[in-house]
């Protein structure tokens, strides 16, 4: 799906940000689903939706990103059932159609769930 059909259907962005890898990854505003508020960016590669990130939102002071990633895990977990490769750094799901994935990194102190496609 291209930059343009995605803006087309009414999504606006509230930030731009382009990594090292070539994606630009662009935020839109959290949303509240039941008692979660839940924050997602769209990683676009040349112009052309690749990934979906997401993840659950509080105030830093709340969660540390270490306790998200497990709130993510366990999240996924009672959705999607038992992974199919756990390490220190991700947990990962594989279809014939892509993965979801949920990691923490150290460096930047982030915890998230991604979605990505062949």
Known sequence: MALSEVTDLGISFVRATPDRTGFVWRSIEPYVLGKRRISFALGFENDH???????????????????????????????????????????????????????????????????SWA
């Open 49 to 115: 939706l690749a990934k979906v990130e997401f993840g659950f939102s509080s105030p830093p002071t709340e969660v540390p990103a270490q306790d998200k990633r497990q709130e993510h895990d366990i999240f996924l977990a009672a959705e999607l059932g038992k992974p199919n490769h756990t390490d220190i750094a991700k947990t990962v799901y594989e279809y014939p159609w892509g993965r979801i994935s949920s990691y923490y990194d150290p460096r930047s102190d982030n915890a998230s769930m991604i979605l």
